[in-house]
């Protein structure tokens, strides 16, 4: 367990638990598949982002869990349905469940992970909350879109993609923090200061593995290297390596990107790694870190704070 998950031990342990509960159905294909990625494990950023925020708080109710839950099964549905889209079959380093199960329980088991997290959240019976979920879920939806159509498109530009990695991770990290604000009684000034908190570390945190796909170890990352160029997805490193290179350079990761072509990923990586790209795109994370460190002034000095410090700063400092 890595230190900022500590601060939060006992909880953490209860909605691991409460999961388990909530995948409960009488089709034991949808048990199956939901078990399988809970024990995938992962580092279960989203939900200990609300147990942070909450207890950072001061919250003293119990309903921090089932948010937390309802949080991780968004972002679980979202997977799901990602590694369909993107013909995925490594997460983890495990089988994705369209590799082992196929494509449809995939997408279906997503949509009972969507509509369950909706129970919950009736449940919990704050309608900001609901407002922000219904909101987040989805502006995922407009990135994943968003995201197809910039597939294997080498035009895009980096406000184009900042948008798409706020819609596809920020704003889930965003509303992890904001919810837990109303949730815990927040002023005005603190809610605003964890939203913002969430929305800069999740920028950092999808810099750093848009990063990773051109330099990572793909045992530790759990997934293959190089995927996003086999999927023609125009990252940062891709865009900053085109407007710095050489024309010739240029063209070159334009085609790899049109083609989806994995065989041209170490002529790619090359240049990536010339046009000081890497560094560029590990430069924005570490900003948006430091700007999400820099949100936390407006909370009282306890463990959570100190923890949720640890966390932006592992964010960026990750192999995986």
Known sequence: MLPFHQAVAD?????NQLIIEQLESNVDLVENIGHYLVEAGGKRLRPLLVLLSANALQYQGR?????????????????LHDDVVDISNMRRGRLTANAKWGNAP???VGDFLYSRAFQIMVAIGDMEIMRVLSDTTNTISEGEVQQLVNAKDPSVSEANYLEVIYKKTGALFEAACDTAA???GASDA??????????HLGLAFQLIDDALDYEGDPETLGKNVGDDLAEGKPT???IHAMAQGTEKEAETIAQAIREGDIGMLDAVVTIVKQTGALE?????????AQKAID???????????????QLAKFSVGRDH
């Not at 909880?11 to 909605?15: C, K, L, R």
């Not at 560029?280 to 948006?288: I, P, V």
């Not at 949100?295 to 410090?309: K, W």
């Open 190 to 199: 603190q809610r605003q200061a964890l939203k913002q908190f969430g929305y």
């Open 295 to 309: 949100q936390l002034q407006l909370l009282e000095d306890t463990p959570y704070r100190t923890a949720m410090e």
């Open 63 to 79: 309903q921090h869990l089932q948010l937390a839950a309802i949080i991780e099964f968004i972002h679980t549905a979202t997977l």
């Open 106 to 108: 995939s997408v279906l």
């Open 11 to 15: 909880d953490f342990e209860a909605v």
């Open 182 to 184: 109303i949730l815990g």
């Open 280 to 288: 560029y795109t590990l430069k924005c994370a570490n900003e948006h």
């Open 236 to 238: 940062l490193p891709l």
